[in-house]
């Protein structure tokens, strides 16, 4: 009686053990995409949130409005200092401070005063976020979201 293997038990072997490594590596593939995708969407919900709550918080304790336009509004802070809130190039920014990084991208941003631009009771603000982390990714790994709020003024 013969010890040892066969040439085809051995063959059959390395066919299963290689569509196992095949098998485990797009596992492993998949994961690390998804959550690159994930670490992006997180990122932007994140980045959006901070800059809703920062336009919210000057808006809705601002003593009043001096101009208001589709994508610029001036206002008077609580120390009747002016305050301006507007789309500067792909970010948005409060006076002379970006309220976004550099990463991300801000797009359809728009601010309507209503009932007029000259005594506005209630703004609406609306705008896009989408990273640019990386020019050479697939479409969908690079999220965006939009954002939407409706601020009422405090002193009015």
């Known amino acids: 009686m013969k010890k040892g293997y066969s040439l085809i038990e ?7 053990l290689s569509i ?12 690390v995409v998804g959550s690159y995708r994930l670490r992006n969407l997180v ?12 336009l919210e918080r000057l808006i809705h304790n601002a003593r009043s409005v001096t101009s208001c ?4 509004l001036t206002l ?17 920014a409060s006076s002379s401070a ?20 000259s005594d506005p009771q209630i703004v609406n603000l609306n705008f896009t976020l989408s990273t640019n982390s990386d020019p050479n990714a697939r479409p969908h790994d690079n999220p965006s979201l939009n954002f939407s709020s409706s601020i009422e ?4």
């Open 20 to 31: 196992l490594a095949l098998t485990i590596s797009a596992i492993v593939l998949s994961t």
């Open 98 to 117: 970006s309220l976004t990084p550099s990463d991300v991208t801000v797009s359809n941003f728009s601010l309507i005063c209503l009932p007029s631009s």
């Open 10 to 16: 051995l063959t059959i072997t390395v066919g299963l």
């Open 76 to 92: 008077l802070n609580q120390d009747n200092n002016p305050t301006t809130i507007q789309l500067s190039g792909t970010s948005i």
């Open 153 to 156: 003024f405090r002193n009015n």
């Open 43 to 54: 990122h932007v919900r994140e980045v959006g949130n901070y800059v809703t709550g920062q």
């Open 69 to 72: 336009s589709s994508n610029t």
